[in-house]
């Protein structure tokens, strides 16, 4: 049983800690309907899967809680505890479809953010010995409910981090009514790519 097989607190998001589902068949996107918002990130994707509660959460957050799903395996979890997950998600959302722009320059930012996200993967190396989503994959699949309960009250604060070739299908990231030309032209991007905070030397990870 996923996370995110559980109703979402009144009033507020799912809880997004990375977990595995189990599921041999798992659920597939679905275009969203008018007003409907990930209930992890608030994002109005343009496709959304539908979890047992019917509750409607976009790609990355429905990774984070299906480690153990095929694309998930090739991410790698980064501890950023001092932002809110539904934020660190958004903002991966804006670096990976900045990556696939046509425009060399909104690339360019993309790729600093990604790097700037990705190299938090230090922090979980040094705490865990890896920080590869497939291996926490395995590790979640041998224990007990308690005991993943527990590993999982440990990786609080980590985020999916998911290589920027990783989607082919960019319907899986975009909100609604934007593309991949406009959709990171927005003020908080910005922001952030005007930080001196993301133009750090890449490190071996990235």
């Known amino acids: 049983m996923s996370v995110f097989d559980a109703p ?5 998001l799912l809880p997004l800690v990375p977990d595995i589902s189990g599921e041999d068949d798992p659920p597939r996107p679905v275009p969203m309907t008018a007003g409907q918002a990930c209930c992890g ?3 109005h994707a343009q496709r959304l899967w539908q979890g047992p509660h019917a509750l409607p959460v976009c790609t990355l957050c429905w990774l984070t809680g299906h480690l153990d799903s095929p694309t998930a395996l090739h991410g790698h979890l980064a501890w950023l505890p001092d932002a809110p997950a539904a934020d660190l998600i958004n903002l991966q959302r804006r670096a990976l479809i900045a990556l696939r ?5 909104t690339r360019r930012d993309g790729r600093r953010v990604w790097n700037w996200l990705s190299r938090h993967a230090r922090e979980v190396v040094n705490m865990w010995g890896t920080a590869r989503a497939s291996e926490f994959a395995r590790a979640m699949q041998r224990l007990s409910p308690a005991r993943r309960k527990a590993m999982q009250h440990r990786l609080e604060g980590c985020v999916l981090i998911l290589p920027p070739d990783v989607f082919d299908d960019l319907t899986l990231l975009l909100p609604e009514g934007r593309t991949a030309e406009n959709a990171v032209q927005t003020p908080c991007w910005q922001t952030y790519t005007r930080s001196d905070l993301y133009a750090k030397p890449p490190h071996p990870l990235d």
Do not use: Y
């Open 8 to 12: 979402a607190p009144a009033g507020g």
């Open 101 to 105: 722009s046509g425009d060399r320059a």
């Open 41 to 43: 990130c608030s994002t």
